[in-house]
């Protein structure tokens, strides 16, 4: 109505329907799950539980995985991080929002001037929005999103450290910071590491609200640094290379050529003789980020938050190595695109495989629908809850990248 007929009668309503629905709103408040948001940079399905490589030894992953509902067939809105990670955090794809590339900062895209990022909208709806890591893409940051993080807002996680001299042991096939080798130095001393020790302080703390805690493990994004432990449980004798069509690219268009001959990465690796111990790298840093993934779900376990939290876990896009005679990610196949997604604890059944294409674009969505918030409208994925609650259930929506 005008305002200037808004009278006395109208304010009392007002306000005693207000004061109906902030009660509401607390009340949801207490039954509202935790979310524990974990992210991992550049995993591909090389994890045991999705049986990528025969080399994988992803026990915590894989223990998750028993005790939550995994979508076999998750894919990224587009395979490089920045793009990815914005699409995930906002619910709108790159085709609307123009964020395309790693270069490109994504807070600027108009469209996100009055839409709010899925932490944000968890913050403004009663929850303690912290976290630690990666979750949005290195210079682009969004401090708004936050009421605290670690280190610090605009840094989203702490130094690695580096080998006495670069490259490593990439040697000549190595380029910028695609290189590789094991450190002698502690696990304590890692990135990751520090990341995952302050989640876990907030994991073994009280909290007078519901929290979403995001907790960003960096590797297995290069460069490949950790610690020697992890590379001794991949012995490079025993590493089996992915298999690859050597004649994979004859049949493609000179576009193909140039995405899987960029930067000419299999060429240098693969003519150095490094493509064993490249592989037997990614594996080790993978397996190091499962160890960093099994210390917070211990936490998490051990804590007082166990029975009313939520794990939700994705990658941000594949990773090649080597297929399509091709390395890193930028790719519309399959290597490239696919990646983790898995949802756990309160209210999640346990033990379900879930085989049909879905999108992290429906990773905001669902969240919103599990934990009873107001929806945000434009989305561009939807909820998964039906397939949370049958694996099986006809679902006619297509994953795109």
Not at 71 to 94: D, E, K, V, W
Not at 385 to 393: G, H, I, K, Q, T
Request: hydrophobic share 35%.
């Amino acid at each position: 109505m005008p305002f200037n007929q808004f009278t006395r009668r109208d304010f009392l309503q007002m306000t005693g329907a207000g004061l109906a629905a902030a009660s509401l709103v607390g009340a949801q408040a207490e039954s509202r799950p935790n979310v524990l948001f974990i992210a991992i940079d550049d995993l591909n399905d090389w994890v045991g539980f999705l049986g990528g490589h025969p080399n994988a030894k992803t026990p915590n992953l894989d223990r998750l995985a028993e005790r939550s509902t995994v979508f076999t067939h998750a894919y990224c809105a587009a395979p490089l991080c920045n793009p990815s990670r914005a699409a995930l955090m906002t619910g709108i794809q790159p085709a609307r929002s123009g964020v395309y590339d790693n270069g490109m900062d994504w807070r600027k895209a108009p469209i996100f001037e009055k839409h709010p990022t899925l932490s944000k909208h968890f913050m403004n709806n009663g929850y303690s929005a912290i976290g630690s890591g990666k979750i949005f893409h290195g210079p682009y940051q969004d401090p708004s999103s936050w009421k605290e993080y670690w280190p610090s807002k605009e840094k989203n996680r702490p130094d690695d450290p580096m080998p006495p001299k670069t490259p490593w042991y990439g040697g000549k096939a190595a380029r910028a910071h695609f290189d590789w080798g094991p450190l002698d130095i502690g696990e304590n001393e890692m990135g990751d590491w520090k990341v995952t020790s302050w989640v876990i302080d907030q994991l073994n703390r009280e909290h007078t609200q519901p929290f979403f805690l995001a907790c960003g493990v960096f590797r297995p994004h290069l460069p490949w640094y950790v610690p020697k432990k992890y590379y001794d449980m991949h012995p490079l004798d025993e590493i089996e290379l992915p298999p690859v069509n050597e004649k994979d690219l004859e049949d493609l268009s000179p576009l193909a050529h140039e995405i899987a001959e960029a930067g000419n990465d299999n060429k240098r690796i693969v003519g150095h003789g490094k493509w064993r111990e490249a592989v037997q790298s990614y594996l080790a840093c993978t397996s190091f980020a499962d160890a960093c993934v099994g210390r917070v779900l211990d936490a998490l376990d051990a804590s007082p938050h166990r029975d009313n939290t939520m794990i939700v876990l994705w990658s941000d896009h594949g990773w090649h190595l080597g297929e399509k005679l091709h390395w890193r990610k930028r790719t519309l196949w399959e290597e490239g695109t696919r990646n983790l997604l898995l949802f756990s604890g309160t209210g999640i059944t346990p033990g379900q495989r879930c085989d049909t294409p879905v999108s992290l674009l429906d990773v905001y969505p669902t969240l919103l629908d599990l934990c009873h918030l107001p929806p945000v409208g434009g989305l561009d994925g939807q909820s998964l809850r039906p397939l949370l609650e049958d694996p099986s259930a006809e679902w006619e929506r297509p994953a795109i990248t």
